[in-house]
């Protein structure tokens, strides 16, 4: 079913890009990583949205009265939590059902990337399942060129310096989804301290660890693509003018009164 919905799609359109583009690889995935966040556009505003609403939420009156009178009983606060929720008309999920909507276009990218680059013999037949016969022609197409810049993308990007490999790509796929996350997080409230909250400082910080890892141990081709799909993030959101620059800036530290 995975196959059939999102990885042979994937695997043929990236092909056809491919050809598209005189035969770059590289190329082809920037330009599918572009074609993919235009296509779930309609999925980062809901996200953008659904953030912006809980947010005004946590800021109300009401939110801040539920924080202060049940501080010390964890579980009273989280029902309180949930009755205001139903009250507002408002799913605490829903910031985060785009993202996870996401991640099968992720493992799907990823899976046709892998296939697309394929290089062994056995690799190749399983590729050739992939492929639409009737739209590509695989006999002049393979081997692909998986070259591109001083990257081959069916590899693990190191750059040799001093005499060691530095993953170049990868930490600017941790400093790029650091930047994204920071900058498309809504300024939390002063005391905004619950538990939604916690967990969203917790993701902005392990989020661009985890996917630096996935980038310096996997195909180069798919750390590309994070690279520019965060760019892109970062750009649709800056033209819509509801990119939080402040958010980079280190929060002002109130004063003490004697």
Not at 140 to 167: A, H, K, T, Y
Request: proline share 6%.
């Amino acid at each position: 079913m995975l196959d059939t919905l999102i990885i042979d799609p994937m695997v043929n359109l990236l092909l056809l890009i491919y050809q598209w583009v005189g035969g770059q690889f590289g190329i082809a995935i920037i330009a599918f990583t572009i074609l993919v966040r235009l296509v779930t556009y309609p999925l980062t505003t809901q996200q953008m949205k659904s953030s912006q609403k809980m947010q005004q939420l946590q800021n109300s009156d009401k939110w801040k009265a539920i924080q202060k009178k049940f501080k010390d009983d964890r579980e009273k606060l989280a029902q309180e939590q949930m009755k205001l929720y139903k009250e507002m008309g408002f799913n605490p999920l829903a910031p985060c059902l785009p993202t996870l909507i996401q991640f099968p276009i992720i493992i799907g990218l990823y899976q046709a990337i892998t296939r697309a680059l394929a290089v062994t013999p056995l690799q190749l037949l399983d590729f050739q399942k992939h492929v639409y016969a009737t739209l590509i022609d695989t006999a002049n197409l393979i081997p692909l060129n998986s070259r591109f810049l001083w990257m081959d993308l069916s590899q693990p990007e190191r750059v040799p310096l001093f005499g060691i490999g530095i993953p170049f790509l990868a930490i600017l796929v941790v400093i790029s989804t650091y930047f994204q996350s920071k900058l498309m997080t809504p300024a939390a409230a002063p005391t905004a301290n619950d538990q939604g909250a916690q967990m969203t400082r917790m993701m902005n910080l392990y989020m661009p660890l985890f996917m630096g890892y996935i980038a310096y141990t996997l195909a180069s081709g798919l750390a590309l693509y994070f690279l520019v799909s965060n760019l892109a993030g970062i750009a649709q959101y800056a033209a819509m003018g509801k990119v939080n620059w402040r958010n980079l800036l280190p929060a002002p530290k109130t004063a003490v009164k004697k």
